[in-house]
């Protein structure tokens, strides 16, 4: 858990030292933005789902920077059954206009999936399929490097990543969005991993909006005595923290 915090925290160290180095003209490009979200359900059961998201992302020119964290923590009557965190950082540079080259490094930790870390790095190349105000589409695809660690086991493995990322606004205050990145081991293909998010956004005040997302997270090949799949519905205010332009 240490080393899914550690990445968590050197991201975001990262992201803030980019933006204290920037000048003016470069500081106005940075979008950063909150996510809080609470569920309770007392009753016959008694289940709180308490999560927390931050964004910094910029895309100006021809660079397109992505830092994100999120994490959840659950109990139901008591006993803690979501315990989740997640690191990323993303950079893309286009090629032209409908092209363009991806990096990312991921680090996750799941305590209730026995994912004591999972380190992912993966160049890839990319395409826009649409690219406009109104839709945006991409696919890419790449080689991948995995570090984790599986209950006890510890391995490292090179795979091959497929993704795709779907925005569509729909009004100037409401956006649906979806993406999903696939991941297997070249060495043994039924080792994969699926990670699929939607959701909806919609605006409540200037700078203040609901969110309503789906995640699932697949693992052909969990832990010892764990479920392959984690599938999360969460409901969540975003608050956008971006300065003034």
């Known amino acids: 858990m240490q080393n899914a915090k550690l990445i968590v925290a ?3 160290l990262f992201a803030f030292i980019l933006d204290a180095n920037a000048e003016d003209g ?3 490009g940075w979008q950063r933005s909150a996510l809080f979200g609470l569920n309770v359900n007392q009753g016959n059961s008694d289940v709180t789902l308490g999560s927390l998201g931050l964004k910094i992302e910029r895309e100006k020119s021809k660079d397109i920077w992505l830092f994100e964290a999120e994490g959840s923590q659950g109990q139901t009557d008591g006993e803690t059954d979501v315990q989740y965190l997640k690191g990323k950082a993303h950079y893309k540079h286009l090629l032209n206009p409908m092209r363009y080259f991806f990096i990312g ?3 996750s930790h799941d305590a209730i ?5 999972r380190f992912i790095l993966s160049p890839a190349l990319g395409a826009f399929i649409l ?3 109104k839709f945006r589409l991409s696919i890419e695809a790449g080689p991948a490097v995995i570090a984790e660690k ?7 493995d090179l795979a091959v990543r497929v993704a795709d990322k779907f925005d569509w606004q729909i009004s100037p205050t409401s956006k649906f969005f979806q993406n999903v990145d696939i991941i297997s081991v070249i060495d043994d293909p039924s080792d994969y991993i699926v990670d699929a998010k939607l ?3 919609a605006g409540i005040t200037d700078g203040l909006s609901l969110v309503l997302s789906l995640t699932d997270r697949y693992n052909n090949q969990p832990a010892d005595d764990n479920k ?3 599938l999360a519905l969460i409901s969540s205010l975003r608050v956008d923290m971006s300065s003034a332009s």
Not at 113 to 117: P, W
Not at 150 to 156: A, I, M, S, T, Y
């Open 228 to 230: 392959k799949n984690d």
């Open 26 to 28: 470069t500081k106005k």
């Open 10 to 12: 050197v991201l975001f």
């Open 105 to 107: 490094l991921d680090g």
């Open 150 to 156: 599986l209950g006890v086991n510890e391995q490292e």
């Open 113 to 117: 999936a026995d994912v004591e870390y």
């Open 199 to 201: 959701g909806i956004e």
């Open 131 to 133: 690219k406009d105000d």
